[in-house]
């Protein structure tokens, strides 16, 4: 199954983005993350991306291929750990099925257009 790395880093910059852009540091407590990541979840859900997006985190950070640092939205030098801690705990704060283990169905990441993922994530169905 393939999933929108666009998609992918557009919520993950609801985090990521909107922390940075009032802070000048990774926080102490990955709780500080907590409100962005509620709006992550409301506006995927909105959107009808929540369960594609779980699959796609726990692809990112499964995937030792995947450079994660080049998903910390840019506006503050983010390691690759940095990265995954967020995602780990995005995973877990959302009680995404299977934590922050590798999905349990294959999955590959890749670029999309918003237009392109619409029209791809509508031949996909659904998740139960």
Same mark, same amino acid.
Request: proline share 9%; aromatic share 6%; hydrophobic share 35%.
């Given at each position: 199954?393939?999933?929108s790395t666009t998609m992918l880093d557009y919520n993950l910059g609801q985090i990521t983005l909107t922390y940075f852009a009032e802070h000048n540091?990774?926080?102490?407590?990955?709780?500080?993350?907590?409100?962005?990541?509620?709006?992550?979840?409301?506006?995927a859900q909105a959107a009808g991306d929540l369960p594609w997006l779980l699959l796609g985190l726990q692809q990112l950070i499964n995937?030792?291929?995947i450079d994660l640092a080049a998903h910390g939205g840019g506006v503050f030098p983010l390691s690759a750990d940095d990265v995954r801690d967020i995602i780990i705990h995005a995973l877990y704060k959302l009680? @995404?099925?299977? !934590?922050?283990? $590798?999905?349990l169905i294959p999955v590959t990441l890749a670029y999309m257009t918003g237009e392109?993922?619409?029209?791809?994530? @509508?031949?996909? !169905?659904?998740? $139960?």
């Open positions: 199954m393939k999933i540091e990774m926080p102490e407590d990955l709780s500080d993350f907590d409100s962005y990541i509620e709006t992550m979840r409301h506006d995937d030792p291929e009680n @995404a099925p299977g !934590g922050a283990a $590798a999905p392109d993922w619409k029209a791809h994530r @509508a031949t996909l !169905g659904t998740l $139960a």
